[in-house]
């Protein structure tokens, strides 16, 4: 399926510090997707993407839709540890692809 | 604090052994969904079911076998399985199957941690 690239793979930051994380394909995306994974949890939606230049706020958390629709960000403002776990994107277009998950980017917090 | 519910939630199975894994919703979905997840990796997808059908099989060993009994339940029947097959297997639904130009949004149950020896 077509499958987006996430980097980098891991990310370690002092609490406190800000989080990037980056979500990128060789073509155009028809949505994006963004899912979080606790440790020892099971991942849950965070939001979906759908317009060019899209961007959306969650509290802490910034979700960045490119203008070309060809990569996608998630930062985070002044992380705590409530934010560690895996954050994955996945290209939502319909079918079978939409629901390959990228390689995710682990996020672990030092207090 | 998932409406998606799974059973068991740990397995520990022999290779010769045949299980079942449960998964269950009550929210009205028309799509559930089958994933198998290694430590550290993402999901990966194995089945769909679309309005209780089976619209997507990716490709998965016939050791492992689903079924819909109704619009709320999904199994995954296991017989002779290896040691490579332990994984956490999530089951997740979302309110309309995969079609389209737009996939719904999945909700994910808490996962079976299976264990093969």
């Known amino acids: 399926g077509q499958q987006v690239m996430q980097i980098p793979q891991y990310q370690h930051v002092q609490e406190g510090e800000d989080f990037t994380t980056y979500c990128n394909s060789s073509t155009t995306l028809s949505n994006i997707q963004w899912y979080k994974q606790r440790p020892g949890g099971h991942p849950v939606f965070l939001i979906q993407l759908v317009k060019s230049g899209e961007v959306k706020k969650q509290k802490r958390l910034t979700f960045q839709f490119g203008e070309a629709k060809k990569n996608s960000s998630l930062h985070i403002t002044a992380t705590q540890t409530t934010d560690v776990g895996t954050y994955f994107c996945?290209?939502?277009?319909?079918?079978?692809?939409?629901?390959?998950f990228g390689k995710g980017t682990h996020l672990i917090i030092q207090p | 604090d998932t409406e998606v519910t799974q059973t068991p939630k740990h397995l520990v199975m022999g290779m010769t052994n045949k299980k079942s894994l449960k998964c269950e919703q009550h929210m009205g979905h028309r799509a559930m969904y089958w994933y198998k997840q290694k430590a550290k990796k993402p999901p990966e997808l194995m089945f769909v079911?679309?309005?209780?059908?089976?619209?997507i099989n990716e490709s998965v060993p016939s050791r492992f076998s689903p079924e819909c009994p109704n619009s709320s339940l999904l199994n995954l029947h296991l017989h002779a399985l290896q040691p490579e097959d332990s994984a956490l297997y999530l089951c997740?639904?979302?309110?309309?199957?995969?079609?389209?130009?737009?996939?719904?949004?999945?909700?994910f149950g808490s996962g079976t941690q299976l264990s093969v020896l």
């Open positions: 996945t290209n939502s277009g319909g079918g079978a692809d939409g629901l390959t």
């Open positions: 997740a639904s979302s309110q309309d199957p995969p079609s389209g130009t737009i996939n719904e949004k999945l909700f």
């Open positions: 079911y679309s309005y209780e059908k089976l619209s």
